[in-house]
């Protein structure tokens, strides 16, 4: 007699911002089966432009694991050319948030797609299977999420502060638009409860984590499975190898430090991963009763990032 099929398990669910985050999947794609992995990925960062849907954190990630990102840019495409954004300065457009002639068939693909009733989370299956992406991605949710600053030049959607102003200027307060009336799908809550091991990336965790959070049910889940969540702390002596996380946590008034993040979790983390150089924050952190773990998270370097996987998987 032929056995019922058994349900998939997906073993590992990894809460994903962008860069950091597509870094440690591709190395626990080499560590684990990568369809054993499932990525709960941000979409705060998303925005409508020119009549488009694009999704930074989620295009980040599956470029990464399909070997197709532009490692120089750290977003989009490589081998990428930008006829259409010179057509489009020289017409008077907005060309400040540079889509590149081959990052720009995705969005137009999405933006399709989304107009004839898929999901975003249908989209991200079709454009993953296309490139041969065997981590599932799974955007938290299908309804509309966006984070807005508060900041010393007034109010600021998360693209112009991020690209337009480079991250440059004093927020004081961040908002998830949208977040609390979001509903997770139901693959993102089953990938949470069901896995045995969750990961926090080192993403931003106050605008590329916090947003994930923010989505009910994903923080209860968290709260409920804390001793099988590992963070990694963005935040090494000090500074964020990339991005604005050091000067978010300073503005929102955590300390800038891997003990910062321990705070910033707490409740929700079970392990945090800390670099090297801050060993000596190790007692301060087990203080909170979060177990430490000391090893490189730069990823810069394939051996390191090899190593940081094997340590958040043992
Ligand atoms: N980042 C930039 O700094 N400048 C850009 O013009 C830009 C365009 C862009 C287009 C598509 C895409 O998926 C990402 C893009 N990014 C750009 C990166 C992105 O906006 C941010 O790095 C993330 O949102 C932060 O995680």
Same mark, same amino acid.
């Not at 590149?100 to 004839?116: F, K, N, P």
């Not at 923080?219 to 499975?225: D, K, P, Y």
């Not at 993040?261 to 203080?287: K, M, N, P, Q």
């Given at each position: 007699?032929?056995?019922?099929?058994?349900?998939?398990?997906?073993?590992?669910?990894?809460?994903?911002?962008?860069?950091?985050?597509?870094?440690?999947?591709?190395?626990?794609?080499?560590?684990?089966?990568?369809?054993?992995?499932?990525?709960?990925?941000?979409?705060?960062?998303?925005?409508?432009?020119?009549?488009?849907?694009?999704?930074?954190?989620?295009?980040?990630?599956?470029?990464?694991?399909?070997?197709?990102?532009?490692?120089?840019?750290?977003?989009?495409?490589?081998?990428?050319?930008?006829?259409?954004?010179?057509?489009?300065?020289?017409?008077?457009?907005?060309?400040?948030?540079?889509?590149?002639?081959?990052?720009?068939?995705?969005?137009?693909?999405?933006?399709?797609?989304?107009?004839?009733?898929?999901?975003?989370?249908?989209?991200?299956?079709?454009?993953?299977?296309?490139?041969?992406?065997?981590?599932?991605?799974?955007?938290?949710?299908?309804?509309?999420?966006?984070?807005?600053?508060?900041?010393?030049?007034?109010?600021?959607?998360?693209?112009?502060?991020?690209?337009?102003?480079?991250?440059?200027?004093?927020?004081?307060? +961040?908002?998830?638009?949208?977040?609390?009336?979001?509903?997770?799908?139901?693959?993102?809550?089953?990938?949470?409860?069901?896995?045995?091991? +969750?990961?926090?990336?080192?993403?931003?965790?106050? +605008?590329?984590?916090?947003?994930?959070?923010?989505?009910?049910?994903?923080?209860?889940?968290?709260?409920?499975?804390?001793?099988?969540?590992?963070?990694?702390?963005?935040?090494?002596?000090?500074?964020?190898?990339?991005?604005?996380?050091?000067?978010?946590?300073?503005?929102?008034?955590?300390?800038?430090?891997?003990?910062?993040?321990?705070?910033?979790?707490?409740?929700? +983390?079970?392990?945090?991963?800390?670099?090297?150089?801050?060993?000596?924050?190790?007692?301060?952190?087990?203080?909170?009763?979060?177990?430490?773990?000391?090893?490189?998270?730069?990823?810069?370097?394939?051996?390191?990032?090899?190593?940081?996987?094997?340590?958040?998987?043992?």
């Amino acid at each position: 007699m032929l056995s019922k099929p058994s349900k998939v398990l997906f073993v590992i669910t990894v809460l994903s911002g962008g860069v950091g985050a597509a870094r440690l999947l591709s190395a626990l794609s080499g560590e684990t089966d990568p369809r054993e992995i499932t990525a709960i990925v941000n979409v705060a960062d998303d925005l409508v432009l020119h009549g488009l849907t694009i999704c930074p954190d989620l295009d980040t990630i599956s470029y990464t694991l399909a070997g197709l990102n532009n490692e120089e840019l750290g977003w989009g495409l490589r081998g990428e050319s930008w006829r259409v954004m010179e057509e489009l300065a020289d017409l008077g457009g907005a060309a400040w948030f540079r889509l590149g002639d081959r990052d720009l068939a995705t969005h137009l693909y999405r933006s399709q797609r989304l107009h004839e009733g898929a999901t975003k989370s249908d989209v991200t299956r079709e454009l993953c299977a296309h490139w041969g992406v065997k981590v599932r991605l799974l955007p938290v949710t299908n309804d509309e999420v966006s984070s807005e600053f508060e900041t010393e030049v007034g109010h600021l959607t998360f693209q112009q502060y991020f690209v337009s102003h480079q991250h440059n200027v004093k927020v004081e307060r +961040i908002d998830f638009v949208g977040a609390r009336k979001a509903r997770a799908t139901p693959e993102v809550l089953e990938a949470l409860e069901e896995c045995s091991r +969750i990961i926090i990336a080192p993403s931003n965790p106050l +605008i590329s984590i916090d947003p994930i959070l923010e989505v009910p049910g994903v923080r209860s889940i968290l709260e409920r499975r804390r001793d099988d969540v590992v963070a990694v702390s963005p935040i090494i002596n000090g500074a964020a190898l990339k991005g604005p996380a050091d000067r978010l946590l300073a503005e929102m008034g955590w300390e800038v430090s891997s003990v910062g993040v321990a705070d910033f979790y707490e409740g929700l +983390i079970g392990t945090l991963v800390i670099d090297e150089a801050d060993a000596a924050l190790s007692d301060d952190i087990r203080a909170r009763g979060i177990n430490v773990r000391v090893t490189t998270t730069i990823m810069a370097d394939p051996a390191n990032a090899q190593r940081l996987a094997q340590v958040v998987l043992s």
